[in-house]
């Protein structure tokens, strides 16, 4: 990998380490949602989600669209989608299916 693509990826997981913006990226793979929808997942303030949305967005890895009344959030590149689908499919999957998904590694000593 060349330098710049570690710096760009070293981004991103830094944008996405903080659970709650996690948790939303997560929710967000499914399709756009609104702050309220988003916020009704989650048990954070309004305002919260407000700010970690705001905060993904200029990182450009959500973003908006104002449709009437509404404002709908999504994820803004492909690159992303499949980085938090495959986090959500290892890491959130039901008791013993990341398993399956992922052998264990045999360790050579």
């Known amino acids: 990998m060349q330098d710049n693509s570690i710096a760009t ?3 991103i997981l830094k944008s996405i380490a903080h659970p709650v913006r996690l948790r939303i990226l997560c929710y967000l793979v ?3 949602q609104t702050v309220g ?3 009704e997942q989650l048990s954070t303030s309004y305002a919260n989600v407000s700010q970690h949305l705001q ?3 200029n990182q450009g890895l959500v973003a908006s669209e ?3 009344n509404f404002v709908y959030y999504s994820i803004s590149q492909p690159s992303i ?3 938090v689908a495959t986090l959500r499919r290892l890491y959130c999957a039901e008791a013993g299916e990341a398993e ?3 052998p ?3 360790i050579n000593s």
Do not use: E
Request: charged share 25%; glycine share 8%.
């Open 9 to 11: 990826l070293a981004k």
């Open 30 to 32: 499914g399709g756009p």
């Open 37 to 39: 929808q988003i916020h």
């Open 55 to 57: 905060r993904l967005q």
């Open 66 to 68: 104002k449709q009437a």
């Open 81 to 83: 989608r499949v980085i």
């Open 100 to 102: 399956k998904l992922v």
């Open 104 to 106: 264990p590694q045999k």
